[in-house]
């Protein structure tokens, strides 16, 4: 569902596909060819949130922010299951791992690999090209081809995904 709050409504691309189930809320931008999938809440009650193209807002993700603290994802993102992206910036071309959870003014650097169940505290910077786990999360290694290979599929099979699903469900 698509609420307006605050005088502000969400403007998404005619091409993205929002699942049942999930809420986007107020002032929300959403880029041509992105998915938001069931149950996630994107939440711009407070503050702007801008999502890039070919983005994809997986089950149960909550986004939000505190005014002050922007909320940015930017193009060819994958945003993992049941993870919090809180007043963040996330650069182009990262993989935000189920679970995760990144905190207001954070900053992921571009094609990056925050892994599963990782937490970015607030102010934390990421370089570019970085393989980061744990809690606080640390940078482990630089990533390799393979690594790029990776963040590309997630790209191409979400965005299929949500070609496929809209096909399917249509309207519903």
């Keep these: 569902m698509i609420y307006p709050y605050g005088g502000k409504s969400p403007k998404l691309d005619s091409s993205?596909?929002?699942?049942?189930?999930?809420?986007?809320?107020g002032d929300v931008t959403i880029g041509v060819e992105s998915t938001?999938?069931?149950?996630?809440?994107?939440?711009?009650?407070?503050?702007?949130?801008?999502?890039?193209k070919r983005c994809s807002i997986q089950d149960n993700v909550t986004a939000h922010l505190y005014e002050?603290?922007?909320?940015?994802?930017?193009?060819?993102?994958?945003?993992?299951?049941t993870a919090i992206l809180h007043g963040c910036t996330v650069r182009k071309r990262c993989i935000v791992g189920?679970?995760?959870?990144?905190?207001?003014?954070?900053?992921?650097?571009?094609?990056?690999?925050?892994?599963?169940?990782?937490?970015?505290?607030?102010?934390?910077?990421?370089?570019?090209?970085?393989?980061?786990?744990g809690s606080p999360g640390k940078v482990i290694r630089e990533l390799n081809d393979k690594d790029l290979e990776l963040i590309q599929l997630s790209i191409d099979t979400y965005v299929q995904k949500g070609k496929d699903y809209q096909k399917e469900l249509g309207d519903k």
């Design 16 to 25: 993205v596909f929002v699942a049942p189930g999930a809420r986007i809320i």
């Design 36 to 52: 938001v999938w069931f149950n996630a809440v994107l939440r711009g009650d407070e503050g702007p949130i801008t999502v890039g």
């Design 68 to 81: 002050g603290f922007p909320l940015v994802i930017e193009d060819e993102v994958t945003v993992g299951h």
């Design 98 to 133: 189920m679970g995760s959870t990144i905190l207001d003014g954070a900053e992921i650097g571009e094609e990056s690999i925050i892994g599963a169940n990782t937490l970015i505290p607030s102010g934390k910077k990421i370089p570019p090209r970085s393989l980061v786990v």
